[in-house]
């Protein structure tokens, strides 16, 4: 699977969305419904396990929208 597929399906799951509205890269916390701490942590774990990565505590605490999600992922060497 693509990673961009397979990061896609992360933000469904973790955010309980179904539609194409998390695609825009400035959506963050405020506009996602299902994006809260709980859910953050639970992408935290979704990313480093599906892109076999480990995410450094600062980055995680950078994640504010998606976008912010696809510089981080690339940072650690996943091409989207």
């Known amino acids: 699977m693509e ?3 397979k990061l896609n399906k992360i933000l469904c799951d973790v955010f309980n969305i179904s ?3 998390y695609k825009r890269d400035e959506l963050g916390p405020d506009e996602i419904e299902g994006w809260d701490s709980l859910a953050h ?30 510089k981080i992922l690339e940072k650690y060497g996943v091409v989207l």
């Open 19 to 21: 539609d194409d509205s």
């Open 3 to 5: 990673n961009i597929k």
């Open 41 to 70: 942590v639970e992408l935290i774990t979704a990313l480093e396990e599906n892109f076999e990565i480990s995410i450094d505590v600062i980055d995680v605490s950078r994640m504010y929208n998606i976008g912010d999600i696809k």
